[in-house]
């Protein structure tokens, strides 16, 4: 695949000041992201910020409201693949109040940037079940919430009471968890281009004993199962109801159809899990892209079954799309090419 070539411009002086600013100076320019995300993937972003307050995200987002230049925020990345070309605008990342979780008896209040395994140990430890399923999830809880995220067929919307989010006009309000949409991997919060900020999520009283023994029992089992050793971003593709009853879960049909351990440049389809793409030194965005479309088109020939991708690339220009999208898209771009 050709890799899109970045375009360059120093963001304006003024946009660079006002970001300082809003920030108490959290701000970075021409910041590499391969070091900031897990997949170790991603060229340099024009400006990466760091909100400590939910009053700052709303100053951000007010101030790049009528801007041209893209805005994305990020928790712990664990669902994005950067483009290997960079990001032409300003990356803002959630991080100081927004980290800190109370428990108040079985209620939940949580900042978006807290870190969900510590959300679930936490609540365990409290006696509090509910949350149990999401103890391995390497993220935080408003990508979680974002995504509807979960294990063992759940997501964590079932415990989602209230979500604290600023809209793109920077405006903070407050939406009930009935009306966020949640769905098997989806919410509203897809959609739009608010940011969540916080949550409340209510869950019930339980045998701490029994609740942490499962949890344990959650660790062990994802240490066994899943790749840890080199970056990913965990699960590549989403399971289908449909197609797992037929063919199984997604790295259960990558592994038959003899695509485990297939290597594109420094990435490669996990010897471990099949649905893990690893970064081995030195992976693109566009060694992933090439496994992503390779293994879904292969998938796809032999079971008869299309395979979405959960992770989402994120495109110079600030668009964000699942990854089987641009994959598809630079394909083709390639043939075309190759044909002229």
């Known amino acids: 695949m050709t890799m899109p070539e970045l375009r360059q411009s120093a963001l304006r002086p003024e946009l660079r ?3 300082a600013e809003i920030t108490a100076g959290s701000v970075r320019f021409d910041e590499p992201l391969d070091a900031l995300t897990r997949w170790r993937i991603g060229g340099p972003a024009a400006a990466y910020v760091v909100a400590h307050t939910s009053g700052e995200v709303a100053a951000v987002l007010s101030l790049m409201r009528d801007r041209t230049e893209p805005l994305i925020i990020i928790g ?86 209230t ?28 959609d739009d281009d608010s940011v969540i900020v916080g949550a409340t999520l209510q869950l019930e009283r339980g045998d701490r004993e029994l ?21 990913n971003c965990g699960s ?50 566009d060694d992933v892209l090439w496994l992503i479309e390779t293994v879904r088109t292969t998938v796809e020939r032999k079971t008869g079954f299309d395979m979405p991708c959960e992770v989402r690339h994120v495109g110079v220009d600030g668009r964000v799309r699942p990854a089987h999208i641009s994959a598809a898209e630079r394909w083709a771009e390639d043939k075309r090419e190759e044909s002229n």
């Open 236 to 285: 590549t593709f989403l399971s289908d109801p449909k197609m797992y009853a037929v063919v199984g879960p997604p790295g259960r049909a990558i592994e038959e159809a003899g695509l485990k351990g297939l290597r594109h440049g420094g990435a490669v389809v996990s010897t471990q899990h099949a649905n893990f793409i690893n970064n081995i030194g030195g992976a693109t965005s």
């Open 211 to 231: 609740i942490e023994n499962e949890m344990a029992s959650i660790r062990a089992e994802r240490a066994r199962k899943f790749p840890s050793d080199e970056p």
């Open 76 to 161: 712990e990345t664990s669902n994005l693949l950067f483009d290997s070309a960079g990001f032409s605008g300003v990356v803002l990342r959630l991080g100081g109040e927004m980290r800190d979780f109370t428990i108040s008896g079985t209620t939940i209040t949580a900042g978006a940037a807290t870190s969900v395994p510590d959300l679930a140990s936490a609540a365990g430890a409290a006696g509090l079940t509910g949350v149990e399923h999401v103890v391995g999830i390497p993220g935080t809880l408003g990508g979680l919430i974002a995504m509807n995220g979960g294990t063992q067929r759940r997501g964590i919307g079932e415990n989602v009471t």
């Open 163 to 190: 979500v604290s989010i600023v809209d793109s006009a920077g405006r903070e309000r407050t939406i009930e968890g009935r009306d966020a949409g949640f769905a098997y991997r989806r919410s509203i919060f897809q």
């Open 17 to 19: 000041l006002a970001l």
